[in-house]
């Protein structure tokens, strides 16, 4: 039955939900949760900006406008006031005139002038009033006067119609003219209603009156009637209007061309294309009458100004009105800054609108890389996951194996081989685990533990694992029967403590890895591992070799007869030759003998000196620097010829670092290569050991002191044990069935050990032939450190809730084995019934998946009366302070497929865990 | 027959049984964990997969004979053989189990009429095949011999 925690699965679930809330709690910015605006907002932006050019446009027209108007104004008044004067002179002509007449005509006695006179007179001085046509005086006539009148000039006074005038109070007949209006001569001008309210007002105010405009008879221009009041006497200096129209002798008139005047005046300045003036009459300010320009005419009417004109008449108000001739021309400076201004806010408006959208953009890759990048983790992990489960998936399998193989009563041949299949099962395992090390290197998250370990033993089960390889290849590589393998050895140093601590696996690795190599690259010759301490690495010269064999510790079986061992071969690193280490040894034991002061050692970690030599193929010098580089190997015939990747070396030098040491090599090719690296342990109290389990096969130390003689035929094997007699050990490289049954026949072995010899196979071979009886202790192993298990749940009750019979029955059977009081339920329910409180279980093993009720289902019932419970006992405390604890039976889920959502389910409704049962 | 013989037989047969795959390391543990205290814990548990597979298998007949098949019910009744099966360690009506799981998953009845078949070939094969190796155990206590231990490196 497989039992399986999941711990780790849950932890790793946990760490990506923690990548997935950071993924959704970043990235919510302001531009993120209002990006369903950003098509409204550029829209707004647009009109905004189309309403502010819109405005500059319109406030720009209306400046033009503004100096548009005051152009107009100023060139209106200038026009306004030119005619004016123009008009002003022509006044004070006829005003000159009127002086004339009144001096001559009426303070002379006789008259001076007559119509000859006045005619010539007005004729010749007519340059100076261009713009009348003509002038002329009508005398005042009382009624009472008008036959002496007539009689006088020997004509009638007519009226305007050419017919003799009517009767009337008086009459104003013409009596002088000029000549280009003679025609009027003798005409009333008092007959005409216009005429005689201009006369009686101008006799009045004694200053210049004028008619409302009228076409001329001549030119039919436009044009107005001046009047002028001539008086017979001085006036006093204030006259009154009685006065004034008592004085009155006559009256003097002209026709002003008002037509002509404007059109010289207009002649004379510059723009006067660009403006349409007009001349009115106000008198009448609902009816204004034209006296200049065209009512009708084109024109824009938007701009118009009106100057006031002054001709001197107080009844008469006239106005000038100009306009532009043709409408403002649209401004186009305006209207293109109002354009590029618009296009600008436009390409802002795109260049904020874009840089928006790609923030968006990027937000949302990001987020997208964010969601890859977890599931990329999640991959990550599941990927971790399966690296961690499915060795663990073979080593569950494996666990079995190795178990079952030393179950039974074995003969030492069967022992020693099974002892080496487990051996290298374990080694198996390990090798496992370093694949996942692998990864974990790479990923820089190699921990190292601190265990206490035997090295001793290390080295032995390295050995064996690579005893056997290096047999198989001994015997394919080559016929000859002198060479034909590696020899094997590994030599520890008696400074060397029996366990220190440190990182039994990683260690187990690094010696593997090289060893290994070795093994690989090595078809004669030696393999030799020595361990000692770094501070003992001196040899001590000069030193005579008594005695080889040390009797005083196992290791004594590996290294005896060492002066023989030296098998022919040269080593790359002479320092490390068997004749130095023959120095070393007897040197260790003369230091050993004495005593040595490892007092103040203990408080300080352990320098081992560990050196691989071989009498391998060497490293070519060109690559030798390179050995350590990952995935190198010499040259691709290295890999056809001996396999691997070419990675162990590299691991190797990252765990030898991390355990604080430093590894060199010297290689000659065709020599050989020794590897060489030191490490750091901490040095282990006796009370960490004992109470670790001790998982590695222990070397029984009931052999110290006995003494044994090695025999071997050929220099640099051991072959024939011989030991106190009259047990008798054949070492044997290979040996068939047959062959041992001849050598039993002879009586020759009570055992044969197989060679190369390993201490823990000595020792086991020992047990057999001495009858130490070691009582299947390995058997006891079986189902994964029963022993500490049996411990565990020895008399307890343990409740078993599964609807499938089969399956209850064998889990409960499996529990049994381990002396646990087992009681079975098929539901819910029943289970429910049974941990009614007070309840005795020790654990409860639920099925998940159940009929009426589910494992779920039943547990929460059961969680809610101990939360009752234990409140209530919490409350009454007082009374009954002695009883501590709580309620809590751990209820255990077992599944067939636990996946994390089952787990987590399972903390969920408050289960303690989660069992994998097949 | 001679014990010896018989027990070389139970051997052999026991072997075959593994070599075929008609059962797994499962098994061998069960045989584990029968011992002096419980001597009858193999014989025990697979009469009970016996007598709750042939309930499952009746089951599952009447079900999928339904007009209307609920596959939630097909799945439950194969998640329960599948559990049974497991735990005796029947290996081939695990892994047949296994495939009509998935086939209950698709919704899919031709499959599944067919897995049924399968199912219950392979439960007809294993069962006789288990009871020739039981009643095989049964002669040999009979006859006054212990039953072997099997070791097998699987």
Same mark, same amino acid.
């Given at each position: 039955?497989?039992?399986?925690?999941?711990?780790?699965?849950?932890?790793?679930?946990?760490?990506?939900?923690?990548?997935?809330?950071?993924?959704?709690? !970043?990235?919510?910015?302001?531009?993120?949760?209002?990006?369903?605006?950003?098509?409204?907002?550029?829209?707004?932006?647009?009109?905004?900006?189309?309403?502010?050019?819109?405005?500059?446009?319109?406030?720009?027209?209306?400046?033009?406008?503004?100096?548009?108007?005051? #152009?107009?104004?100023?060139?209106?008044?200038?026009?306004?006031?030119?005619?004016?004067?123009?008009?002003?002179?022509?006044?004070?002509?006829?005003?000159?005139?009127?002086?004339?007449?009144?001096?001559?005509?009426?303070?002379?006695?006789?008259?001076?002038?007559?119509?000859?006179?006045?005619?010539?007179?007005?004729?010749?001085?007519?340059?100076?009033?261009?713009?009348?046509?003509?002038?002329?005086?009508?005398?005042?006539?009382?009624?009472?006067?008008?036959?002496?009148?007539?009689?006088?000039?020997?004509?009638?006074?007519?009226?305007?119609?050419?017919?003799?005038? !009517?009767?009337?109070?008086?009459?104003?007949?013409?009596?002088?003219?000029?000549?280009?209006?003679?025609?009027?001569?003798?005409?009333?001008?008092?007959?005409?209603?216009?005429?005689?309210?201009?006369?009686?007002?101008?006799?009045?105010?004694?200053?210049?009156?004028?008619?409302?405009?009228?076409?001329?008879?001549?030119?039919?221009?436009?044009?107005?009637?001046?009047?002028?009041?001539?008086?017979?006497?001085?006036?006093?200096?204030?006259?009154?209007? *009685?006065?004034?129209? #008592?004085?009155?002798?006559?009256?003097?008139?002209?026709?002003?061309? #008002?037509?002509?005047?404007?059109?010289?005046?207009?002649?004379?300045?510059?723009?006067?294309?660009?403006?349409?003036?007009?001349?009115?009459?106000?008198?009448?300010?609902?009816?204004?009458?034209?006296?200049?320009?065209?009512?009708?005419?084109?024109?824009?009417?938007?701009?118009?100004?009106?100057?006031?004109?002054?001709?001197?008449?107080?009844?008469?108000?006239?106005?000038?009105?100009?306009?532009?001739?043709?409408?403002?021309?649209?401004?186009?400076?305006?209207?293109?800054?109002?354009?590029?201004?618009?296009?600008?806010?436009?390409?802002?408006?795109?260049?904020?609108?874009?840089?928006?959208?790609?923030?968006?953009?990027?937000?949302?890759?990001?987020?997208?890389?964010?969601?890859?990048?977890?599931?990329?983790?999640?991959?990550?992990?599941?990927?971790?996951?399966?690296?961690?489960?499915?060795?663990?998936?073979?080593?569950?399998?494996?666990?079995?194996?190795?178990?079952?193989?030393?179950?039974?009563?074995?003969?030492?041949?069967?022992?020693?081989?099974?002892?080496?299949?487990?051996?290298?099962?374990?080694?198996?395992?390990?090798?496992?685990?370093?694949?996942?090390?692998?990864?974990?290197?790479?990923?820089?998250?190699?921990?190292?533990?601190?265990?206490?370990?035997?090295?001793?033993?290390?080295?032995?089960?390295?050995?064996?694992?690579?005893?056997?390889?290096?047999?198989?290849?001994?015997?394919?590589?080559?016929?000859?029967?002198?060479?034909?393998?590696?020899?094997?050895?590994?030599?520890?140093?008696?400074?060397?403590?029996?366990?220190?601590?440190?990182?039994?696996?990683?260690?187990?690795?690094?010696?593997?890895?090289?060893?290994?190599?070795?093994?690989?690259?090595?078809?004669?010759?030696?393999?030799?591992?020595?361990?000692?301490?770094?501070?003992?690495?001196?040899?001590?010269?000069?030193?005579?070799?008594?005695?080889?064999?040390?009797?005083?510790?196992?290791?004594?079986?590996?290294?005896?007869?060492?002066?023989?061992?030296?098998?022919?071969?040269?080593?790359?690193? *002479?320092?490390?030759?068997?004749?130095?280490?023959?120095?070393?040894?007897?040197?260790?034991?003369?230091?050993?003998?004495?005593?040595?002061?490892?007092?103040?050692?203990?408080?300080?970690?352990?320098?081992?000196?560990?050196?691989?030599?071989?009498?391998?193929?060497?490293?070519?010098?060109?690559?030798?620097?390179?050995?350590?580089?990952?995935?190198?190997?010499?040259?691709?015939?290295?890999?056809?010829?001996?396999?691997?990747?070419?990675?162990?070396?590299?691991?190797?030098?990252?765990?030898?670092?991390?355990?604080?040491?430093?590894?060199?090599?010297?290689?000659?090719?065709?020599?050989?290569?020794?590897?060489?690296?030191?490490?750091?342990?901490?040095?282990?109290?006796?009370?960490?050991?004992?109470?670790?389990?001790?998982?590695?096969?222990?070397?029984?130390?009931?052999?110290?002191?006995?003494?044994?003689?090695?025999?071997?035929?050929?220099?640099?094997?051991?072959?024939?044990?011989?030991?106190?007699?009259?047990?008798?050990?054949?070492?044997?490289?290979?040996?068939?069935?047959?062959?041992?049954?001849?050598?039993?026949?002879?009586?020759?072995?009570?055992?044969?050990?197989?060679?190369?010899?390993?201490?823990?196979?000595?020792?086991?071979?020992?047990?057999?032939?001495?009858?130490?009886?070691?009582? !299947?202790?390995?058997?006891?192993?079986?189902?994964?450190?029963?022993?500490?298990?049996?411990?565990?749940?020895?008399?307890?009750?343990?409740?078993?809730?599964?609807?499938?019979?089969?399956?209850?029955?064998?889990?409960?059977?499996?529990?049994?084995?381990?002396?646990?009081?087992?009681?079975?339920?098929?539901?819910?329910?029943?289970?429910?019934?049974?941990?009614?409180?007070?309840?005795?279980?020790?654990?409860?093993?639920?099925?998940?998946?159940?009929?009426?009720?589910?494992?779920?289902?039943?547990?929460?019932?059961?969680?809610?009366?101990?939360?009752?419970?234990?409140?209530?006992?919490?409350?009454?405390?007082?009374?009954?302070?002695?009883?501590?604890?709580?309620?809590?039976?751990?209820?255990?889920?077992?599944?067939?497929?636990?996946?994390?959502?089952?787990?987590?389910?399972?903390?969920?409704?408050?289960?303690?865990?989660?069992?994998?049962?097949? | 027959?001679?014990?010896?013989?018989?027990?070389?037989?139970?051997? @052999?047969?026991?072997?075959?049984?593994?070599?075929?795959?008609?059962?797994?390391?499962?098994?061998?543990?069960?045989?584990?964990?029968?011992?002096?205290?419980?001597?009858?814990?193999?014989?025990?548990?697979?009469?009970?997969?016996?007598?709750?597979?042939?309930?499952?298998?009746? @089951?599952?007949?009447?079900?999928?004979?339904?007009?209307?098949?609920?596959?939630?019910?097909? @799945?439950?009744?194969?998640?329960?053989?599948?559990?049974?099966?497991?735990?005796?360690?029947?290996?081939?009506?695990?892994?047949?189990?296994?495939?009509?799981?998935?086939?209950?998953?698709?919704?899919?009845? @031709?499959?599944?009429?067919?897995?049924?078949?399968?199912?219950?070939?392979?439960?007809?094969?294993?069962?006789?095949?288990?009871?020739?190796?039981?009643?095989?155990?049964?002669?040999?206590?009979?006859?006054?011999?212990?039953?072997?231990?099997?070791?097998?490196?699987?």
């Amino acid at each position: 039955m497989v039992l399986k925690l999941q711990q780790s699965h849950h932890h790793q679930s946990v760490a990506v939900k923690g990548n997935e809330q950071m993924g959704t709690k !970043r990235g919510y910015t302001f531009i993120q949760s209002n990006r369903d605006w950003l098509p409204k907002l550029i829209l707004l932006w647009v009109m905004v900006m189309g309403f502010i050019s819109t405005w500059i446009y319109k406030k720009m027209d209306a400046d033009n406008n503004v100096r548009r108007e005051e #152009v107009l104004s100023s060139m209106c008044d200038q026009r306004a006031r030119m005619l004016q004067d123009q008009f002003s002179v022509s006044v004070n002509h006829v005003h000159a005139l009127a002086l004339l007449v009144a001096t001559f005509h009426y303070y002379k006695n006789p008259s001076a002038i007559d119509q000859e006179t006045f005619a010539e007179y007005t004729a010749r001085a007519a340059f100076e009033r261009p713009l009348l046509s003509g002038v002329a005086y009508a005398e005042r006539v009382v009624h009472s006067g008008r036959e002496k009148f007539e009689k006088q000039h020997g004509w009638t006074i007519k009226a305007m119609q050419r017919e003799p005038s !009517r009767l009337r109070d008086e009459y104003a007949p013409l009596i002088f003219s000029q000549e280009t209006i003679s025609y009027i001569e003798s005409l009333d001008m008092m007959s005409g209603e216009e005429d005689r309210e201009n006369i009686v007002r101008a006799r009045a105010t004694g200053k210049a009156v004028l008619t409302s405009p009228f076409r001329l008879l001549g030119s039919h221009h436009l044009g107005v009637v001046l009047t002028f009041p001539v008086y017979k006497s001085k006036l006093p200096p204030k006259p009154t209007m *009685e006065e004034r129209i #008592v004085a009155t002798a006559g009256y003097l008139g002209g026709a002003i061309d #008002v037509e002509s005047l404007v059109e010289n005046l207009l002649g004379q300045l510059a723009g006067n294309q660009a403006i349409l003036v007009n001349v009115y009459d106000i008198t009448n300010s609902s009816d204004p009458l034209v006296m200049y320009g065209h009512q009708n005419q084109d024109g824009d009417w938007a701009v118009v100004h009106e100057s006031k004109l002054d001709f001197g008449d107080p009844f008469r108000k006239h106005q000038m009105i100009c306009r532009y001739h043709q409408k403002a021309p649209t401004s186009w400076t305006a209207l293109t800054n109002v354009f590029l201004f618009f296009v600008i806010c436009l390409l802002v408006g795109y260049i904020l609108y874009g840089a928006v959208i790609h923030i968006v953009k990027v937000e949302d890759d990001f987020r997208e890389m964010q969601e890859l990048k977890v599931r990329a983790e999640a991959a990550d992990v599941a990927k971790s996951q399966f690296l961690a489960t499915v060795p663990h998936e073979i080593r569950t399998p494996m666990n079995g194996m190795l178990a079952l193989l030393l179950d039974t009563d074995l003969s030492s041949t069967q022992r020693g081989y099974a002892q080496t299949a487990q051996v290298c099962g374990k080694a198996l395992i390990t090798l496992i685990n370093e694949v996942i090390d692998r990864a974990k290197i790479e990923a820089g998250k190699l921990e190292l533990e601190t265990v206490p370990f035997n090295i001793r033993s290390i080295f032995d089960n390295v050995l064996s694992l690579f005893s056997e390889k290096s047999r198989n290849k001994g015997v394919e590589v080559s016929r000859d029967k002198t060479n034909r393998k590696p020899s094997l050895a590994v030599f520890v140093s008696d400074k060397v403590p029996e366990m220190v601590m440190g990182d039994l696996g990683r260690f187990r690795q690094i010696i593997t890895n090289l060893v290994g190599n070795s093994v690989k690259f090595t078809e004669r010759g030696h393999i030799f591992v020595k361990v000692h301490l770094a501070e003992s690495t001196q040899p001590v010269a000069d030193t005579k070799v008594e005695t080889c064999l040390n009797g005083g510790s196992d290791e004594g079986l590996l290294i005896s007869s060492a002066c023989q061992f030296k098998t022919g071969y040269e080593a790359a690193d *002479e320092r490390n030759s068997w004749d130095s280490f023959r120095h070393l040894v007897v040197d260790e034991e003369l230091r050993y003998d004495a005593p040595v002061n490892t007092i103040d050692e203990a408080s300080r970690g352990i320098t081992l000196m560990v050196s691989v030599e071989d009498t391998g193929i060497g490293i070519p010098l060109i690559v030798q620097d390179r050995v350590f580089t990952p995935f190198m190997q010499a040259d691709s015939s290295t890999s056809r010829n001996y396999g691997g990747t070419g990675i162990g070396l590299s691991i190797t030098k990252c765990l030898v670092e991390l355990m604080g040491g430093h590894i060199s090599f010297i290689s000659r090719p065709q020599v050989g290569s020794t590897f060489s690296f030191t490490t750091v342990f901490k040095r282990c109290n006796k009370a960490s050991y004992n109470d670790t389990k001790k998982s590695i096969v222990e070397l029984p130390s009931g052999f110290k002191g006995l003494k044994a003689i090695v025999v071997d035929g050929k220099p640099g094997k051991q072959n024939g044990h011989v030991f106190k007699l009259p047990k008798v050990i054949l070492l044997a490289k290979n040996i068939t069935n047959v062959e041992l049954e001849k050598a039993k026949a002879a009586g020759f072995a009570d055992t044969v050990i197989m060679k190369p010899m390993r201490a823990s196979m000595a020792a086991a071979c020992l047990q057999q032939v001495l009858g130490i009886g070691k009582k !299947r202790q390995a058997g006891k192993d079986m189902l994964n450190g029963s022993p500490v298990l049996h411990g565990l749940l020895c008399g307890k009750k343990i409740l078993v809730v599964d609807d499938n019979m089969a399956h209850q029955r064998v889990f409960a059977g499996a529990l049994k084995k381990f002396g646990a009081a087992v009681e079975c339920r098929e539901s819910g329910k029943a289970a429910l019934k049974l941990l009614q409180l007070p309840c005795c279980f020790y654990a409860c093993f639920m099925d998940i998946q159940m009929p009426e009720m589910d494992g779920f289902e039943a547990t929460h019932p059961i969680r809610m009366m101990e939360s009752k419970a234990n409140e209530q006992m919490n409350g009454g405390m007082d009374e009954d302070s002695g009883r501590k604890g709580e309620w809590h039976v751990p209820i255990l889920a077992m599944t067939a497929d636990v996946i994390h959502a089952t787990y987590d389910e399972c903390l969920k409704c408050r289960m303690d865990g989660c069992v994998e049962a097949l | 027959m001679e014990v010896g013989q018989m027990q070389r037989r139970l051997v @052999d047969y026991t072997k075959s049984l593994f070599m075929e795959g008609f059962l797994d390391a499962q098994f061998l543990q069960l045989q584990q964990l029968q011992d002096e205290s419980n001597p009858d814990f193999v014989v025990e548990v697979v009469s009970l997969f016996f007598d709750d597979s042939e309930k499952l298998l009746n @089951d599952l007949t009447m079900a999928l004979d339904q007009p209307n098949v609920d596959f939630k019910k097909v @799945d439950a009744h194969v998640h329960q053989l599948k559990g049974s099966s497991s735990s005796i360690g029947a290996q081939r009506v695990k892994n047949a189990c296994i495939a009509f799981r998935s086939f209950c998953e698709e919704q899919n009845i @031709d499959a599944t009429l067919r897995c049924l078949q399968q199912v219950k070939q392979e439960y007809y094969l294993v069962k006789n095949k288990l009871e020739t190796m039981l009643r095989l155990e049964q002669q040999i206590v009979a006859a006054g011999g212990s039953i072997p231990m099997i070791e097998l490196g699987f």
